[in-house]
């Protein structure tokens, strides 16, 4: 039986729809336990329309914070009361932490991806980033990079609509950051900006399954030895992206370092605490 729970448990929840399937219920309960801390993690069953209420109740109920999963991200970006600089710019929020009825909303998948990359012994600073996709995951990693410091970034979409809207996004908080749109089938550009690059982030579904033997870059010679390729698809783990820039001699990053990180870096909000890593590695091992 569990015996952390008791009257002064303080509660984080998931909101969205749907949310059964959620691993983040697992994580965060195993790092409370580990870590001895009177926390428990839940998930609740909230649509879009229901998301104020939602982040009221949190209020009114004194929980410790909150996840959000869509289709509540935008909407709980405009409920709460303050937002951080990612979550500004990005008008999305996946974290909010309750301080005394003061909700701050933070987006944490691009904190992710760069506390993955870091794990990995890759800085993001002064780099030439390109990052493939326009979507939740991509724009969220693109507004993480500039907000790094990388020295630029190029941003790959097939809608290049997308690409523009987040590179205006990113100028408006960052004038001087260097950042272009392009179009994903200009391949001459894409090959151009890769062969100058440090980093090439895929930030698409593209070679998740069950499409797995796709990949964002058609054309293996665009890969050179000095690049980094990091992978937001962690389904599979190892993506036909992945394997084809380490057989060209390219250090790669997987996508499922990136969901543990997004998950650990809001942890560490509500609780203070780091989240053990490795001791839910090798947890997670044992289960399968
Ligand atoms: P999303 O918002 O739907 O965005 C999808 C992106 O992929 C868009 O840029 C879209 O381009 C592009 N795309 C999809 N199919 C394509 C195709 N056939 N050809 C070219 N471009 C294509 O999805 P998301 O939430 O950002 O998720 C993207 C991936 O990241 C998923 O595999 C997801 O599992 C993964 N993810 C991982 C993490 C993590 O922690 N590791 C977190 C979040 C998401 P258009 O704009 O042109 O449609």
Redesign the pocket.
């Known amino acids: 039986m569990e015996k952390r729970i008791n009257g002064a448990t303080e509660v984080i929840c998931l909101i969205g729809s749907p949310v059964k399937h959620s691993g983040s219920p697992l994580m965060h309960n195993f790092a409370f336990r580990h870590n001895d801390q009177n926390y428990a993690y839940v998930c609740f069953e909230v649509q879009e329309e229901q998301t104020k209420e939602a982040l009221d109740a949190m209020r009114l109920l004194g929980m410790r914070g909150c996840n959000a999963t869509?289709p509540c991200k935008v909407a709980t970006a405009k409920y709460v009361d303050k937002l951080s600089p990612a979550a500004e710019i990005i008008g999305a929020c996946n974290t909010v932490v309750n301080d005394g009825g003061v909700l701050t909303g933070y987006i944490t998948?691009g904190a992710?991806?760069i506390s993955n990359l870091r794990e990995n012994g890759v800085e993001v600073k002064d780099k030439k980033v390109v990052c493939?996709?326009?979507?939740?995951?991509?724009?969220?990693i693109e507004v993480e990079v500039a907000l790094e410091g990388a020295k630029s970034l190029s941003i790959f979409?097939?809608?290049v609509e997308?690409a523009v809207i987040n590179v205006n996004k990113i100028k408006a908080a960052m004038p001087d950051f260097d950042v272009k749109a392009f179009a994903?089938d200009d391949m001459e550009a894409l090959k151009e900006e890769i062969a100058n690059a440090d980093i090439l982030i895929n930030?698409?579904?593209?070679?998740?399954a069950p499409?797995a033997d796709?990949t964002?870059i058609k054309d293996a010679t665009m890969f050179h030895k000095d690049l980094v390729v990091a992978d937001?698809?962690?389904?599979p783990i190892e993506t036909r992206l992945l394997k084809e820039a380490k057989e060209a001699g390219c250090k790669i990053v997987t996508?499922?370092?990136?969901?543990?990180?997004?998950g650990a870096v809001g942890y560490e909000l509500w609780t203070g605490a780091k989240f053990p890593v490795e001791e839910f590695r090798a947890f997670k091992a044992g289960l399968k």
């Open positions: 869509m998948d992710g991806m493939i996709g326009a979507g939740g995951a991509a724009t969220a979409n097939r809608t997308k994903m930030g698409t579904s593209i070679g998740m499409d796709d964002p937001a698809v962690y389904n996508g499922d370092g990136m969901l543990l990180w997004q």
